[in-house]
């Protein structure tokens, strides 16, 4: 095919990467540790750990994980924290250790996080203890066999530790009481692991590193294999985009406020700032906008990533427009559109536009981007980066010619290797010569530069995350009373979009209060229903699938 957008590139960026030194995410951490032992590799909450820090740590946890549990290499371990110093020692361990990490959101449902586990088959699980009642519902459900639990303060300097654990747990109470018979504290298990040596595991391009889990077409989750092999060339082929951007900073310093266990944050933030010996500054709460930009003015950062609420939130913050942004090279806008309003004021108070890139958890994520050279928005998801392709496909996956709508398809070393045992979703997905089909309808100009028009799925974005109409049907119409339901996505100045509910009910006692009620009983809280709609009836074919473009239209 003719890479037309490679004419658009800057000139210190290559149209290729070579193949990567490193074979597994493990070796390429293990790299900084030893070329940056003593720079900072996370800040959080006023504690500082070094490349140091996080290499004992990490190993400690490795040998506990190894040794005490006998996990062996390519079992699943899930991690269920927020941004906390906790979730990069327990990464790094795990992957020192030949495991697979299963990232869960730690606002999940019980009847959610009970999928999760039990289609991964995770044998052991991390958790902050402010969730663990959730995983109480349905641990005997699952395969779990360990639980390692921790509090927000366990790896603070002392006093803070202590008097954070106690304000938490005695004076705000925001654990709730569980019991888990078996369980083990991090810190012991720190401890433990400290006492053995780690056996070497074997780790490769082919072994899985994540079981990253995406929305699925049918209202399920699916578990999408990345492998080490995806990861480390989707952090080279975004440290070659970046090329020079960072020439004269000492280092790295990145706000981290979107979640970790986000593939976005994950690998722009985590792994490709740690490879570069930078420091991940972590946001525990970013909703707590205030506490939010008293923790930047703390430093003087480099880079930041978020979505286009965050962006907008942070703008209408007093004492942001007064922070100091002289050391600021790069913002990247993701997981949903980034509004030209947005940008602009972005730019008139930092002097830096939001480059807008365009990933999927399916392609590690990064896989289009805007050039970071750019003088303004533009409305473009971008080019294709190093080493990347990307075309415009009919129905039938023929390519179409330039400036035709159609479904935008990625192929290159980032495309994962598939659904976790889901080979039918992979078939649905994939086509000949590695091509993923994106869901996402858009258009390529002249200039290689690629546009969404459209969403071929019908998908919610809410704040950057997946939502699928499935699962909130799926979930609904098990309620008493209830005979139909239709979701879609309605705009929302706060959240990009949000979901509206449209409900047939079989029992008019039914009330909006109570299907909201259910709602937040059993799905997160960012896929609750912000509108509900009860009907008499749904539009549909003729076949009788309910007709969600048709609501939309209305």
């Not at 590799?41 to 040794?67: E, I, V």
């Not at 699916?222 to 985009?241: C, P, T």
């Not at 979703?425 to 869901?439: K, N, Q």
Request: charged share 20%.
């Amino acid at each position: 095919m003719d890479k037309i957008w490679l004419k658009s590139y800057p000139e210190d960026v290559p149209a290729e990467i070579p193949t990567p030194e490193f074979k597994s995410l493990r070796d390429m951490i293990e790299f900084s540790f030893n070329e940056f032992p003593d720079r900072p590799a996370y800040t959080n909450m006023g504690t500082t750990h070094t490349f140091r820090d996080l290499d004992k740590q990490s190993m400690q946890f490795a040998c506990y994980l190894q040794k005490s549990l006998g996990l062996v290499r390519g079992e699943r371990v899930a991690l269920m924290l927020p941004n906390i110093l906790q979730y990069p020692v327990a990464l790094i361990g795990l992957f020192r250790a030949g495991l697979v990490a299963v990232n869960v959101n730690p606002l999940y449902t019980p009847r959610e996080l009970k999928h999760q586990l039990t289609d991964s088959g995770a044998k052991c699980i991390i958790i902050l203890e402010n969730f663990a009642d959730t995983l109480e519902e349905v641990i005997e459900a699952t395969k779990i066999e360990h639980v390692i639990t921790t509090q927000i303060g366990d790896l603070l300097t002392w006093p803070k530790s202590t008097i954070t654990n106690f304000v938490l747990k005695r004076i705000r109470k925001s654990v709730p009481p569980f019991s888990l018979p078996g369980s083990v504290r991090l810190r012991s298990a720190l401890r433990s692991g400290a006492t053995h040596h780690l056996d070497h595991v074997e780790l490769g391009y082919a072994d899985i590193a994540f079981l990253q889990y995406t929305g699925g077409t049918t209202g399920v989750s699916k578990g999408a294999m990345l492998s080490h092999r995806n990861m480390v060339f989707n952090v080279h082929q975004s440290r070659a985009w970046q090329a020079d951007i960072y020439a004269g900073l000492e280092r790295i310093i990145a706000i981290t406020a979107l979640p970790l266990y986000h593939i976005f944050s994950l690998q722009s933030n985590c792994l490709s700032v740690m490879y570069q010996g930078g420091e991940n500054i972590l946001i525990t709460n970013p909703r707590d906008l205030p506490a939010f930009v008293k923790e930047m003015s703390r430093h003087k950062f480099s880079y930041v990533s978020g979505v286009n609420t965050l962006f907008a939130g942070l703008l209408n913050t007093p004492g942001f427009a007064d922070l100091d942004f002289s050391n600021l090279r790069l913002t990247i806008g993701g997981g949903m559109a980034v509004q030209e309003a947005i940008s602009r004021k972005w730019q008139e108070v930092t002097g830096h536009i939001i480059v807008q890139a365009y990933g999927l958890t399916e392609t590690s994520p990064a896989a289009i981007s805007n050039p970071l050279d750019l003088e303004q928005f533009t409305g473009s998801i971008g080019v294709p980066i190093s080493s990347t392709e990307a075309q415009i496909v009919d129905d039938d996956g023929n390519e179409m010619t330039l400036g035709e709508i159609g479904e935008i398809c990625i192929r290159g070393p980032q495309v994962m290797e598939g659904y976790w045992h889901n080979p039918a979703e992979t078939e649905t997905v994939m086509l000949p010569g590695g091509w993923f089909r994106t869901g996402d309808v858009g258009r390529m100009d002249e200039n290689g530069f690629f546009y969404i028009e459209d969403r071929k799925k019908d998908m919610i974005l809410v704040s950057g995350f997946n939502v699928y109409p499935n699962e909130i049907e799926g979930v609904v119409v098990e309620m008493d009373g209830i005979l139909e339901a239709a979701a879609i996505g309605i705009p929302d100045e706060k959240s990009g979009e949000a979901v509206k509910l449209y409900v047939v009910r079989s029992d008019p006692s039914v009330t909006e209060k109570d299907v909201l009620s259910f709602c937040r009983e059993n799905l997160s809280a960012y896929k609750v229903p912000k509108v509900i709609e009860f009907r008499e009836d749904l539009p549909k074919t003729n076949v009788g699938k309910i007709l969600r473009r048709a609501l939309r239209d209305e």
